[in-house]
T-cell receptor, first 112, second 111 residues
Framework: ETGVTQTPRHLVMGMTNKKSLKCEQH?????MYWYKQSAKKPLELMFV???????ENNSVPSRFSPECPNSSHLFLHLHTLQPEDSALYLC???????????FGDGTRLSIL | QQPVQSPQAVILREGEDAVINCSSS?????VHWYRQKHGEAPVFLMI?????EQKGHEKISASFNEKKQQSSLYLTASQLSYSGTYFC????????????FGQGTTLQVKP
């Protein structure tokens, strides 16, 4: 139990589907992050939220839409994805930015 | 922008030592180290926030050479549990939380 819970753990979707990934943390942290991890590639930061405000968008395509309704929850809304978007999507949180990050187990996404 | 880790992979016998380097072409303000085992989430090891800072955690320690724009992770008397992929993440100045990770170093410790 890492304190950061991601659901679902696995997701298979077609390119025209709309789905959402959910991340929840019970650590009292104020910063939350989305990362993409593809095979044989480094962890790629996608978005950063500090105190519910988005502070980083790492040039992510608009087919990925994050939402942070409160400091404990983070969503990643997906629509019209491409096959190259298949990857492990990891959520992380930290007390504030630039402090140790606690990662969830990730959602394994496959685009058909 | 992405820091470069070396070596890419290393195989050790239990009890042997290893050093993993993380080098950046840009000025470093902070360095995070994480370990990820296959099929698991990355786990935080340590963070270095000042040039020249060294930290230790049991038999794992790290240094941060601001002038060389480099950080090194030292694993001494390695154990089987040390196996995994080690990532360094470098942070910009300020507190945006933006980390850029290296490509990872795969460490395998054999009995």
């Amino acid at each position: 139990e890492t304190g950061v819970t991601q659901t679902p753990r696995h997701l298979v979707m077609g390119m025209t589907n709309k789905k959402s990934l959910k991340c929840e943390q019970h650590l009292g942290h104020n910063a939350m992050y989305w990362y993409k991890q593809s095979a044989k590639k480094p962890l790629e930061l996608m978005f950063v939220y500090n105190f519910k405000e988005q502070t980083e968008n790492n040039s992510v395509p608009s087919r990925f839409s994050p939402e942070c309704p409160n400091s404990s929850h983070l969503f990643l809304h997906l629509h019209t994805l491409q096959p190259e978007d298949s990857a492990l999507y990891l959520c992380a949180s930290s007390p504030t930015s630039n402090q140790p990050q606690h990662f969830g187990d990730g959602t394994r996404l496959s685009i058909l | 922008q992405q820091p470069v880790q070396s070596p890419q992979a290393v195989i050790l016998r239990e009890g042997e030592d290893a050093v993993i380097n993380c080098s950046s072409s840009k000025a470093l303000y902070s360095v995070h180290w994480y370990r990820q085992k296959h099929g698991e989430a990355p786990v935080f090891l340590m963070i270095l926030l000042k040039g020249g800072e060294q930290k230790g955690h049991e038999k794992i320690s790290a240094s941060f050479n601001e002038k060389k724009q480099q950080s090194s992770l030292y694993l001494t008397a390695s154990q089987l549990s040390y196996s995994g992929t080690y990532f360094c993440g470098t942070g910009p100045s300020g507190n945006t939380g933006k980390l850029i990770f290296g490509q990872g170093t795969t460490l395998q410790v054999k009995p």
